[in-house]
């Protein structure tokens, strides 16, 4: 008898032979309905490796047994998977991926046994690999604290283990095992110090973007032309455990700098409240532009504006250097702001003091003039006491 004899039988008696399976049907009575012996019908279900009920329904998008079917059919006629693809409405590369991955260790393509196979891939949830594998486990914690990321050190394993499936993981197991705590103590395993997930948003407007924002290239070119005072730049530093904040203003010509004082928090009522009152005393010249990053803090923008009279602009994206002149003066400012301190501590009196300190500080970009100084060229003594 031929090897695989019981597979000489057309691939529609196969089928119909799993479809009475499904139904309820012992394997030798399933063999008498479609006129096989039952043996044949035994090695058709020893070679599918199994019988899975497809319970949930395939989605229309995932290849059914009938593609498969249609796969080994045209494989056995020679057919070129192009046109096999095109036979059962799918991409040649969906077929290409399906025949390496579902062929049995011989090599032949058994479109029941591949069918069983992706049922069981399909069963959700899935064992975590992590959470099995001490030797795997081990060796993800080992790469996470010599500072690799978890795409380094799912790279390593597939090249280290590569005929041993059981001891590689993709970057998503590794973060998933990471944020559910499997690896130990969380805090330090990533380089970023992230240690929780960040919400995965594809195709999701945005909620955080601002309403009617104008950004920088609607920022009059005078601006940074520096020829002129009232252009100001803006920015919170935060304190520890984002807890507190402090405003910062400084003006681009003069280098002068104004500290908001945000005793009641940094949300944005709290940031539009302390921007009115706070500046209620820059003369009008001073009131040109106020340039800032796209922090939620200013969303009413448009109420600020109205109140205080600057034109109101906003950076791109995670470009601080688009307000270089802010961050400069942010970094001073850490001397009297530790990062990670308790920014509530500071009253309103001691951020009066420390920006007098910091404008009476000669600026080499002022030729070693003070920004006190500088400003003073252009107002009057009021503001630059």
Request: with cysteine.
């Amino acid at each position: 008898m031929p090897r695989w004899a019981h597979n000489k039988m057309p691939l529609s008696v196969n089928k119909r032979y799993f479809e009475l399976l499904r139904e309820g049907y012992k394997g030798a009575a399933a063999a008498r309905v479609i006129g096989v012996s039952a043996s044949c019908g035994s090695n058709w279900f020893i070679d599918a490796g199994s019988m899975i009920v497809d319970d949930p329904p395939v989605a229309s998008r995932f290849l059914t047994q009938d593609d498969r079917i249609a796969i080994a059919d045209g494989l056995l006629a020679r057919r070129n998977v192009k046109e096999i693809a095109a036979s059962i409405g799918k991409s040649f590369q969906s077929v290409y991926r399906e025949i390496k991955r579902s062929s049995k260790p011989d090599g032949r393509y058994e479109p029941f046994w591949a069918y069983n196979q992706a049922l069981l891939r399909r069963r959700r949830p899935k064992p975590v690999k992590i959470e099995a594998s001490r030797s795997l486990r081990a060796l993800v914690r080992c790469k996470l604290q010599d500072k690799w990321s978890p795409q380094q050190t799912s790279r390593f394993l597939t090249r280290t283990y590569p005929q041993n499936p059981a001891m590689r993981v993709c970057p998503e197991t590794i973060y998933r095992g990471l944020f559910a705590g499997l690896l130990g103590r969380q805090a330090g395993r990533l380089r970023t110090g992230r240690v929780r997930r960040r919400q995965q948003r594809r195709g999701v407007p945005n909620p955080s973007t601002i309403k009617n924002m104008k950004l920088l290239t609607e920022r009059p070119l005078e601006v940074n032309e520096r020829s002129t005072v009232g252009h100001w730049e803006g920015d919170l530093i935060i304190g520890g455990a984002q807890g507190s904040a402090i405003g910062t203003l400084v003006e681009r010509v003069t280098r002068y700098t104004r500290l908001i004082h945000l005793p009641s928090g940094w949300k944005a009522p709290q940031v539009r409240n302390a921007l009115i009152t706070q500046t209620a005393d820059f003369p009008e010249q001073l009131r040109r532009t106020l340039t800032w990053d796209q922090g939620r803090e200013m969303t009413l923008h448009e109420e600020i504006a109205a109140l205080t009279g600057f034109d109101i602009y906003f950076c791109d994206p995670h470009s601080p250097w688009q307000r270089g002149t802010n961050e400069n003066t942010n970094g001073l400012l850490r001397q009297y702001f530790p990062k990670g301190s308790d920014l509530s501590r500071h009253t309103a009196r001691d951020l009066r003091e420390i920006a007098c300190q910091l404008n009476h500080r000669p600026r080499l970009v002022l030729g070693d003039k003070t920004p006190t100084e500088a400003m003073r060229g252009w107002l009057t003594p009021a503001l630059t006491s």
